[in-house]
């Protein structure tokens, strides 16, 4: 009966401490799968019509999470039982890893199936999402719509206040909403502030009259169904092109998008 030595104990030690390692981490990271819908909605990532996809996600968790206390329970065991063969000087040779190679099957077929359901039923969360919503859409008619990160009010008084600061001279703001609840009709709140410089303005008329007509400029702030607020204007190339100006002028009319993406950030 061979005699136990302190490196015997040592790396039945190192060994259990590993087990450990990997029965927290199966844990940990099966409890960020079970999660993972949640995770997806507060990113932004799950579309209204996939988020019923990660249905999945729990069990794929709660397996994880299983197999991470199995892990454990087992390391526990098979330690505390190496550890009196040692103290016997009857250990075993060799050691069969029959449990952690079923783990490591286990853990194959668990992440094969995730990936199958994530590519299946949740593609949404495999592929990047187009920022549409934080990105300029010009239409066809010129028309430039970005999206602001604050009420109506409060994005029409941060233009207001840019101006001010640039010199730029207000000439009014049109409130159509509150025009409209005049009226009789609802009309979530909308706001066109007109606004212009003489000096700027001047010498696109001099050179193409009809400028005159989206002269002065403007910017319009409204609130859309969802309750997110935008700022739309005139693109500058699409009126350069309207009044056949010239390229040295293009800057007089193209003040308009510093201003707004400004207003909006």
């Known amino acids: 009966m061979a005699q136990s030595s302190l490196s015997d104990y040592l790396a039945a030690e190192?060994?259990?401490?590993?087990w450990i390692r990997t029965g927290l981490a199966l844990a940990g990271f099966g409890f960020v799968i079970a999660r993972?819908?949640?995770?997806?909605?507060?990113?932004?990532?799950?579309?209204?019509?996939?988020?019923?996809?990660?249905?999945?996600?729990?069990w794929f968790g709660a397996a994880l999470i299983l197999a991470g206390a199995l892990a454990l329970?087992?390391?526990?065991?098979?330690?505390l039982r190496l550890i009196r063969e040692l103290d016997r000087g009857q250990t075993e040779s060799p050691h069969r890893s029959t449990f952690a190679v079923a783990l490591a099957l286990l853990l194959a077929i668990l992440g094969l199936a995730l990936a199958i359901h994530l590519f299946s039923v949740n593609p949404a969360a495999v592929q990047p999402k187009q920022e549409e919503s934080m990105t300029p859409r010009t239409s066809s008619n010129g028309i430039v719509t970005?999206?602001?990160?604050?009420?109506?009010?409060e994005t029409v008084q941060r233009v207001e206040e840019i101006l001010a600061a640039k010199g730029v001279k207000?000439?009014?703001?049109?409130?159509?909403?509150?025009?409209?609840?005049?009226a009789g009709f609802q009309?979530?709140?909308c706001k066109l502030l007109i606004f212009g410089n003489p000096k700027a303005g001047t010498p696109l008329m001099?050179?193409?009259?009809?400028?005159?007509?989206?002269?002065?400029?403007?910017?319009?702030?409204?609130?859309?169904?969802?309750?997110?607020?935008c700022v739309s204007f005139n693109d500058g190339i699409y009126?350069?092109?309207?009044?056949?100006l010239p390229d040295s002028l293009l800057a007089n009319i193209s003040v308009v998008d510093g201003l707004a993406a400004k207003a909006a950030e």
């Open 14 to 18: 190192r060994t259990f401490l590993a």
């Open 36 to 58: 993972f819908g949640l995770f997806l909605r507060a990113m932004g990532i799950a579309q209204e019509n996939s988020i019923r996809g990660t249905f999945g996600s729990p």
């Open 73 to 79: 329970f087992w390391s526990a065991w098979s330690y």
């Open 146 to 153: 970005i999206p602001s990160h604050h009420p109506v009010d």
């Open 170 to 182: 207000l000439f009014t703001v049109v409130d159509h909403s509150g025009e409209a609840v005049k």
């Open 187 to 189: 009309m979530r709140p």
């Open 206 to 229: 001099l050179a193409s009259p009809t400028a005159a007509l989206d002269l002065p400029l403007k910017i319009l702030v409204w609130e859309k169904p969802d309750g997110s607020v």
């Open 239 to 244: 009126l350069q092109h309207r009044h056949a």
